[in-house]
């Protein structure tokens, strides 16, 4: 089991499984599928069933737009530290979509790139094999102010308020 | 005669550096003169010591380069482990002193 | 210029304090190199041929005398005792120990000073215009503009990790003098019919080994929509720019691959999306800025210029530095000084520490202690008054900073090169100075006029050697350093990418090839026409004939 690190009050207590796409999965079983299987089963889970999708980077989070019925949690791959795209997928999901559900880093989850991932909207984090808990805490206070606005800013501010929002979502 | 030395950079301080090997002992010197020298067959065990220098975080990057030993001076082939070894080639005062070939 | 408030001097104290827990990591082996390199990057630290590098912004190329004397104890305190500026508002500490980096950031914080994101896979630091608030043909001051983007783009969650690095420029000119035209975005301040500014947008241009003039995106951006688009640029690039090779990544290869409508396309559809977002700027944050940037108190101009005008009539060398390094400034009674880099004997762009100090003092007492960067190279300073002007000539002469080859061909833009570059596969300094000590005759220079030459060490192309009128590129060939020649670049208005005239030379005949270059102009040249303009009326045919006679 990966280490786990949730921030914002999520509760990451679920034991999903990460479900291959021929994968049989008991109707009652938290299950996580891939972008491609959650649209082909028509993209809604059935009421009382945890269901989470995953998403690659190179996946377009606008084809969930209506298709998080039932979502309770999206999985975002890092495929190496280097990896950008998942950061702009989880702020689509978060500003356009408004998904409200658990958005989880998965791969190369290293401890300084947490803070970043958690101003996009990430809240629950498999930090990579290695990774120190403690480190990845304290990392993700490094900062407690930032210049970009935060998510959920109001329009009436001015720039300079916004600027200086503080923490992202 | 043509042979080998490994170099590196040193991990806190990043300057060039040379393996000088003492029986089971590594050691990394600025100096490529007391560079210890590789040939075919011992090239690969020096590697293992490198390896092993850069996860106990001395060294970053090592690698093997070719030098030329001629009355006992080692001088690499390269132009590039020429400057890595002796220093850069501008003219002009802020150009720093050429490391020492002491 | 602008001034650091509580806010900005606590990001970045946290800023410098996670570096130093990263480097700590990292010298307890915690962190590994592969998973440290992206973190040093972001603060400006590489691992170069010699040693470690720190690159440190110059944020549109504005510097305050204290921050220049900072750079200078800096210098010698950590490094061995100078710095080079570089080509991109940035100036390079070349041999600092990593162990003593995060001690160097905090005394660059304390004179408002930061390497953040000088290097790495993420937007770099936003460069201007040189001239900006005193140059006479300016639309609008553009340093505002860029600091409302650098403090956006300052550890942008979403864009840390972009698919490459990411360059902006702004001019607010009539006329480029920040190579709009070669950055991934390029932006030009304009006014509208109404009077109203905004600004137009360029993207994808760049250099490199595949070398592209920007393509007009925008014509005209409301001013309050900035941020805003360029969020819907940055998000689309993030996720569409190429990952998978490196010398695909850039902006410019997706622009090429989706062809600008499609790209602006989706632009526009991101952008729908953002506009009225928070980011969209009211007029007051617009001018919270730009009362950072007052314009200084300027004093009347003196009436009596005599001494000005009597050293013009009677020394030459103060006549000739006077109509070449000092430009008119829209303040009347004062004037622009370039101080040039370029000395002979010099590396390009190295200042050693005292003559930081030095160009400090002389910009307080000749200015408001203010020194500009330019990205050739060089520095200026902005607010002379002209009655001044001779007696600030005597004291750069003294200091070997009047140099007036101010845009002429031994003002030569050379990255480091593999003297000092990791990736350089051949030298650049080294060509420079003997194309320089070849060039000596000032006479002779000043009759060649206007032509820029530009000496980059591999393909990377840091000198923008593929927009020079003479670019010249060394690379490699079997262990050999050999140089190829361009001729017909230009990086301002009229931008263009140099055409090679033939192989590659070795070294050491570089600076008759780059003389026989200038014999074929001098011979082709009608009246008194720029090399640029005769090479584009007769062809590279002349040039041809002499370099590989």
């Known amino acids: 089991m990966p280490e786990i690190v949730a921030i914002n009050g999520a509760k990451p207590g679920t034991d999903w499984l990460f479900a ?71 702020r689509f999901l978060r500003a356009e979509l408004g998904f409200g559900g658990e958005i989880r880093a998965r791969g190369a989850v290293l401890a300084d790139q947490l803070l970043f991932m958690a101003r996009c909207g990430f809240d629950v984090f498999e930090l990579a094999p290695g990774v120190d808990r403690q480190v990845a805490l304290s990392a993700l206070s490094a900062f407690d102010i930032a210049y970009q606005p935060a998510l959920a800013a109001g329009n009436g501010d001015t720039l300079y308020n916004r600027l200086r929002a503080g923490r992202g979502a | 005669m043509t042979a080998s030395v490994i170099t590196a950079s040193s991990l806190a301080l990043g300057h060039v550096v040379y393996l000088r090997q003492e029986g089971e002992c590594c050691r990394w010197l600025s100096d490529i003169q007391a560079a210890t020298l590789f040939g075919d067959n011992d090239l690969e065990a020096a590697m293992v010591s490198a390896a092993a220098a850069v996860a106990a975080n001395e060294i970053v990057d090592p690698y093997a380069i070719a030098v030329d030993v001629r009355g006992g001076r080692i001088e690499p082939l390269s132009l590039r482990e020429r400057i890595r070894a002796h220093g850069p080639t501008v003219a002009g005062d802020s150009a720093p002193a050429p490391r020492s070939a002491a | 210029m602008y001034r650091y408030d509580e806010f900005d001097h606590r990001l970045l104290s946290q800023r410098i304090g996670q570096f130093r827990d990263q480097v700590a990591r990292r010298l307890s082996g915690q962190l590994d190199e592969d998973a440290f390199r992206p973190l040093r990057l972001r603060n400006g630290v590489y691992l170069q041929l010699n040693a470690y590098m720190l690159r440190v912004n110059i944020p549109y190329g504005l510097l305050s005398s204290r921050q220049l004397r900072r750079l200078a104890d800096i210098a010698e305190r950590y490094d061995r005792g100078y710095g080079h500026f570089s080509t991109r508002q940035n100036i390079q500490f070349n041999w600092p120990r990593l162990v003593d980096i995060p001690d160097m950031l905090a005394e660059l914080a304390e004179v408002e000073m930061h390497a953040m994101q000088s290097s790495g896979n993420c937007i770099r630091n936003i460069t201007a215009d040189h001239l900006a608030g005193i140059a006479a043909d300016e639309v609008a001051d553009p340093r505002p503009y860029c600091e409302i983007i650098r403090q956006w783009s300052t550890l942008h969650p979403e864009f840390s990790f972009l698919p490459r690095k990411f360059k902006i420029a702004v001019s607010g000119a009539a006329r480029d003098r920040a190579a709009v035209h070669v950055h991934d975005i390029g932006i030009r301040i304009r006014r509208n019919e109404a009077g109203e500014i905004g600004f137009h947008i360029l993207v994808g241009g760049g250099l490199g080994r595949t070398p592209v003039i ?24 993030n996720r569409y720019g190429r990952r998978d090779n490196k010398y695909k990544a850039r902006i410019k290869i997706l622009v090429n691959d989706l062809g600008i409508g499609a790209f602006a396309a989706l632009v526009e559809e991101e952008w729908q999306r953002l506009r009225h977002s928070a980011l969209r700027l009211g007029p007051a944050d617009i001018e919270r800025m730009k009362a950072h940037f007052p314009r200084p108190d300027y004093l009347p101009p003196v009436n009596d210029t005599s001494e000005y005008e009597a050293l013009r009539r009677d020394d ?70 002209l009655h001044r002007l001779p007696s600030l000539w005597r004291e750069l002469t003294a ?6 080859n101010h845009g002429l061909l031994s003002d030569i833009i050379a990255c480091p090169g593999m003297d000092y570059c990791a990736l350089a596969t051949a030298r650049s300094i080294p060509v420079a100075q003997a194309i320089a000590e070849r060039f000596d005759d000032l006479d002779y220079l000043h009759d060649i006029g206007d032509l820029s030459l530009n000496i980059s060490g591999c393909i990377n192309s ?33 931008a263009a990418i140099g055409k090679r005239i033939g192989p590659a030379l070795p070294a050491e005949d570089v600076p008759a090839a780059i003389e026989g270059i200038v014999e074929a102009f001098l011979a082709e040249r009608e009246g008194d026409e720029r090399f640029i303009d005769t090479y ?3 062809g590279d045919q002349p040039f041809k004939e002499r370099v590989y006679a």
């Open chain 3, 462 to 494: 840091c000198a923008h050697h593929n927009v020079a009128n003479i670019g010249i590129l060394g690379v490699d060939k079997r262990g050999q350093e050999v140089y190829q020649i361009t001729l017909g670049g230009s990086s301002g208005d009229d």
């Open chain 1, 20 to 90: 291959e796409d021929d994968e049989v999965v008991a109707p009652d079983r938290p299950a996580v599928f891939s972008l491609s299987r959650w649209l082909e089963a028509g993209g809604r889970g059935d009421a009382g069933l945890l269901r989470g999708v995953r998403l690659d980077p190179a996946d377009d989070p606008a084809l969930l737009t209506g298709r998080l019925d039932g979502v309770a949690m999206v999985a975002l791959h890092f495929p190496d530290l280097n990896e950008g795209r998942p950061y702009s997928q989880a």
């Open chain 3, 214 to 237: 920007g393509k007009t995106l925008r014509e005209f951006l409301p001013e309050a929509d900035l941020l805003s688009y360029l969020e819907a640029v940055l998000r689309v690039y």
């Open chain 3, 316 to 385: 030459p060398a103060f006549d000739r530095w006077a109509e070449n390094a000092v430009f008119s400034h829209r303040q009347p009674g004062y004037g622009i000084v370039m101080v040039s880099l370029k000395r002979s004997g010099r590396p390009t762009g190295d200042m050693r520490a005292d003559e930081m100090r030095a160009l400090a003092r002389l910009a307080e007492e000749y200015g408001f202690g203010e020194i500009r960067v330019t990205h050739r190279q060089n520095l200026v300073l902005p607010d002379v008054p």
């Open chain 3, 536 to 538: 584009r009326r007769v």
């Open chain 3, 399 to 404: 200091l070997d900073l009047a140099m007036p």
